[in-house]
């Protein structure tokens, strides 16, 4: 005859991998015990305690919820996006009409100004551009040289910045403006080679990081284009 330990059953340690497993390889076990299931309860932090069944109606309810904040996120981003095609499509008519490259600049501030920014600048980098002198357009040109510690502390490896710019910043490439909040910088250029535009704001919390970007890479690859009708490059 045994002893009393060899009659005790082993207990099995039951955790929350283990009763898993189990719903999984019985996935009947709910239809089974339907009626135990209705009577089960769950803690609630409000509630103190809910029934298995309005837990998990409980859970549905704030899925739908989410999804319906997705969708509605969704359709505001495409409104947006829309908008935005629609503005783009009337800049490039406008600069496209310009009788000079000053005509072109003068739109694009003024395109600037109708957003209530406080204007629109282009940089372009003497490297890449003949814009020496006689050249009407040394105003525009910026060493890549002079500006390659800022790119590499406020771009890093993106072709944009949005945010802040310090004294010594605004001076390379704003030296005229006055109460610069904010700023949108985008590098032109496959490579981020052919110069910096720039879209300015008073408001400091104007640009900001991880604001949208899909306005300005359009622009940033459409410009130089145009430049080139009054501009050489090297």
Same mark, same amino acid.
């Given at each position: ?19 898993? !497993? ?16 209705? !009577? ?15 837990? !998990? ?34 800049? !490039? ?74 004294g010594p910043e605004l001076l390379l490439l704003l030296p005229q403006a006055k109460a610069v909040g904010s700023v949108a910088l985008s590098l032109m250029g496959e490579h981020g080679e052919l110069g910096v535009l720039i879209f300015s704001s008073r408001d400091p919390q104007h640009y900001q990081p991880g604001m949208g970007t ?21």
């Open positions: 005859m045994n002893n009393l330990d060899d009659q005790i059953e082993p207990v099995i340690a039951l955790d929350d991998d283990s009763v898993m !497993q189990y719903l999984l390889q019985n996935p009947d076990f709910f239809i089974r015990n339907a009626r135990s299931v209705e !009577q089960m309860h769950v803690p609630h932090p409000v509630k103190g305690s809910i029934s298995l069944v309005e837990w !998990q109606l409980g859970r549905q309810r704030h899925q739908i919820a989410q999804l319906e904040e997705e969708i509605t996120l969704l359709m505001e981003q495409a409104s947006i996006n829309e908008s935005l095609f629609g503005r783009m499509i009337e800049l !490039q008519a406008t600069l496209a009409a310009a009788s000079s490259l000053q005509d072109m600049l003068n739109r694009l501030q003024r395109w600037a100004r109708s957003l209530g920014l406080a204007g629109a600048n282009v940089r372009l980098f003497s490297e890449g551009w003949r814009i020496g002198a006689p050249s009407d357009f040394t105003h525009l040109a910026v060493s890549r040289s002079a500006f390659e510690s800022m790119r590499i502390q406020r771009l890093g490896e993106t072709p944009h910045y949005l945010g802040g710019l310090n899909v306005l300005l890479d359009q622009l940033a690859k459409m410009l130089p284009g145009l430049l080139e009708r009054w501009i050489e490059r090297v």
